[in-house]
Structures are given as C-alpha cells and as structure tokens.
C-alpha cells in the first residue's frame, strides 16, 4: 500500500495491490490496477464510510486460516469478508452496503480466463450474502485504473490500452506463481 498526495486534485491517495484492501471515513481516494483481479468498492452511505479490496484468485477451498493479511486476501473469499468486517467494525450498517465491482478482464488471450472465475465468484458472493450490486465495469480484454472515492461513492474507470498489458500480464502470472507457493494461515473470520 502505498500512500500519497495528488497534486491536481490535492486528496490523499491510497495505491492497493493484490490482496489488499483499505478502508476510510476520510475525504481520500483509492485506487488500483486490474487485470484479472477484481476489485469492490463497498460504501455504507448513511454512515459515510467506504473501502476497497484487490484480489486475484476467487477461492481458497483449502485452509480457512491466513499468515499476513495480504496472503489471506490474495483469494475472493477472504478478501470480501474481511473488507466487509472492517466497514461493519467501524460503524457501516450491513443492509445498507452498496457494492460496485470492476476488473475481471481477460488481458491476454494466452492467459487463462481467472477472470472470468473472479467474476463469478463476485457475483456469487454479493448476491448469496444478500447485497446490492450499484455499479460495475467487469469482463472485456481491458486492464482498467480505478480511482474510487468511498465518501462520496464516486469512482472513474480509465481502460487502459493494449501497450500495458504485457506488463500488467506479467506482474499478475508473477503474482500468482509467490502466492501459490505460499501457504495461508493465521486468522480470518468469516460470517
């Protein structure tokens, strides 16, 4: 995670990789870049708080524990659950937690379809717990930069063009190669 202040619009900024996730009742924006991840914004608007999540692999069916919580959140089933422990631990009503969910894309077609899995696990995890989907920008071959504003519930999409997903494509399967030789442990509650 990294932390910092954008000179044009004068807001804190807070960067998030795979298997974070950051939640804030502060005026700051969040933001990431998805390939096959998937990332949700998740706001409680009454209570004025909001948070956002990376993840890159939709389940981890094996262990129900994690070591850091980076390596936990690495999987779709952690992720949501503890970015929504946080909001609801800060004061964020649970039916009142709107979700918008991006990324997902297949970036190169010599990739496996992750994201399309990621997708369906998203859609499977918002709808089984009962939440409500405001907003999206999923699928496609486009990596996407997303700039999220949890007080506000705003966020801008930018589709980024074809000459960034080699590297994008390549930090995903380098990615993907450190947490799979990991193992995951530690604690997560999961509701």
């Known amino acids: 995670m990294q932390i910092s202040v954008d000179p044009a619009e004068g807001i804190t900024t807070i960067k998030i990789l795979p298997g974070e996730f950051y939640v804030t009742q502060l005026n700051e924006r969040i933001e990431t870049v998805l390939g096959s991840c998937i990332s949700a914004c998740v706001r409680d608007p ?24 980076s390596d936990a959140n690495r999987y779709g089933n952690f992720a949501m659950e503890n970015l929504v422990n946080a909001l609801l631990s800060k004061g964020a009503k649970r039916e009142r937690l709107e979700f918008k969910l991006f990324g997902g894309g ?3 077609s010599s990739m496996t379809n992750v994201g399309w899995y990621n997708i369906g696990f998203a859609f499977d995890y918002v709808y089984t717990e009962g939440f409500k989907i405001v907003s999206q920008d999923i699928g496609d071959v ?7 504003y949890p007080l506000t519930g705003r966020v801008r999409v930018r589709r980024l063009n074809a000459m960034h997903n080699q590297s994008l494509a390549d930090q995903e399967n380098s990615y993907i190669t450190n947490i799979e030789s990991k193992p995951v442990e530690g604690d997560v509650e999961l509701f």
């Open 46 to 69: 009454i209570a004025g708080i909001g948070g956002m999540n990376h993840f890159m692999l939709p389940v981890n069916k094996s262990s129900a524990n994690g070591s850091e919580l």
């Open 106 to 108: 297949r970036i190169m």
């Open 142 to 148: 486009y990596p996407r930069k997303v700039l999220y």
